[in-house]
């Protein structure tokens, strides 16, 4: 039986993904099918939509045009990153109630999960009939519950593929090669790097997550030694890379980012011995002084700097995958693609039910003689808001390397089939 009729909204948070849209057509498609909802509004940029009253109605935006948004990266609503107050929750609920909206979806990750949780409980308080999903997205893969997030597949299979070309690369011309990949704090993404292992003595020969404690001195042993084994170093490190690693961090304590100690390395207040020879770098920081992880290439460009002059190693590079990562078209995962449109579809099938309950859509693999499946189910909001979930320590060995067999058990599905490089029948090199 069909739930209330009202109005729905539906709204893109957080940093977008190239399968994000996805998501939204897929609960367009889907509620274009049932009567109870009268219309579908899209906030424009999230909850600044939502609070300001600005929305696109979407039923009557032609089929061809939503064809040709599924296919696009990035939020075709525009996205936000800020996170609202009670107040402003509180308001934007009463404009909810003023537009008769009666479903709700919000598709983001944690944060976006905690805002729907909130506006669901000012409708539980006033016993107001609001059906409200959590959609999730995220690249760094970093939601609880679900088994990963829309998003993640295609970010990884972008991550594989520049590895991929940078171990040719790094074949080709010598030297050490530091890419910085995003994972504020979880390691998934930098993991995806191990895919371009294709033949032996493939890089990345060194991967650093957040998870695991970063010393400075020993990343200078590990690449002067993997340098001298192989005459080079193809080397995958994270933006949250930190000195304590996540797995150590107690609850309400703040990683040590090693781009925050770099920067303060800039300002020439740490030992000489790592001191950049170049000074004056403009870094970016935040209002709270951080440095922002993603959006310079500053730790690349100080970390080659560092390796350089301490190594005496003549060719060092640096690049940071940045933005690309999340919203690159040509590195698009089918699997991701469907499994996003899937998410979109299922909740507004669940919010439509008679007996709903609010909720996050999470992903579960169900095993079908061997062949990858899934299936989606609704989790409590609450299970979903603020926490993060970090890189299993069951796929790190003792020695602080990732099990290489159990991660790609895992990710090869949400990736697919990745461009093979060649190489000479007996080759010397």
Not at 152 to 158: D, E, K, P
Not at 245 to 252: A, D, L, M, Q, S
Not at 370 to 378: D, M, Q, V, W
Request: charged share 25%.
């Amino acid at each position: 039986m069909p739930g209330v009729k009202g109005n729905a909204v539906i709204g893109q948070s957080g940093g977008p993904t190239a399968v994000i849209n996805r998501s939204f057509t897929g609960a367009i498609s889907e509620a274009r099918k049932h009567a109870e909802i009268t219309e579908l509004y899209g906030a424009r940029h999230g909850i600044q939509g939502m609070l300001n009253n600005e929305y696109v109605p979407l039923f009557e935006q032609p089929n061809f045009v939503l064809q040709q948004i599924s296919k696009t990266p990035a939020a075709a609503l525009g996205s936000i990153r800020h996170k609202p107050t009670r107040e402003e929750c509180k308001k934007i609920f009463n404009n909810f109630k003023q537009m008769n909206v009666r479903y709700f979806f919000y598709i983001g990750g944690n944060d976006s999960a905690e805002t729907a949780y909130i506006i669901n409980s000012f409708a539980a308080e006033e016993n107001y009939d609001l059906r409200v999903v959590h959609i999730p997205k995220t690249i760094d893969n970093d939601l609880l519950v679900t088994d990963h997030c829309p998003g993640y597949g295609s970010a990884a299979r972008f991550v594989a593929c520049a590895f991929i070309g940078d171990n040719e690369d790094n074949r080709a011309l010598k030297g050490v090669k530091i890419n910085v990949v995003m994972g504020r704090n979880a390691g998934f993404l930098t993991a995806a790097s191990l895919l371009a292992r294709q033949y032996p003595k493939d890089g990345p020969h060194l991967i650093y997550i957040p998870e695991l404690p970063f010393d400075l001195d020993t990343f200078l042993d590990e690449i002067d030694r993997t340098f001298k084994e192989h005459g080079r170093a193809l080397i995958a490190i994270s933006e949250g890379i930190n000195k304590q690693g996540v797995f150590n961090i107690k609850e309400g304590e703040k990683p040590e980012y090693i781009s925050n100690w770099l920067n303060s390395m800039v300002s020439l207040d740490l030992p000489d011995k790592y001191l950049p020879k170049e000074k004056g770098k403009i870094v970016e920081v935040d209002s709270h002084g951080n440095v922002s992880l993603s959006g310079s290439s500053m730790m690349g460009d100080i970390l080659a700097t560092i390796v350089k002059s301490t190594l005496s190693i003549k060719r060092v590079r640096a690049d940071t995958l940045g933005y690309p990562q999340r919203s690159f078209p040509l590195a698009i995962s089918e699997v991701d693609a469907d499994e996003a449109y899937r998410v979109g579809v299922d909740a507004v099938i669940s919010a439509t039910q008679t007996n709903f309950d609010e909720g996050s859509i999470a992903i579960r693999r169900i095993d079908e003689g061997g062949k990858y499946e899934i299936e989606t189910f609704i989790s409590p909001l609450q299970s979903v808001q603020r926490q993060t979930k970090s890189f299993p320590k069951e796929w790190i060995t003792d020695d602080g390397i990732i099990d290489e067999r159990q991660f790609r058990e895992y990710v090869n599905p949400l990736v697919g089939e990745l461009p093979m490089a060649g190489r000479f029948v007996r080759a010397i090199f």
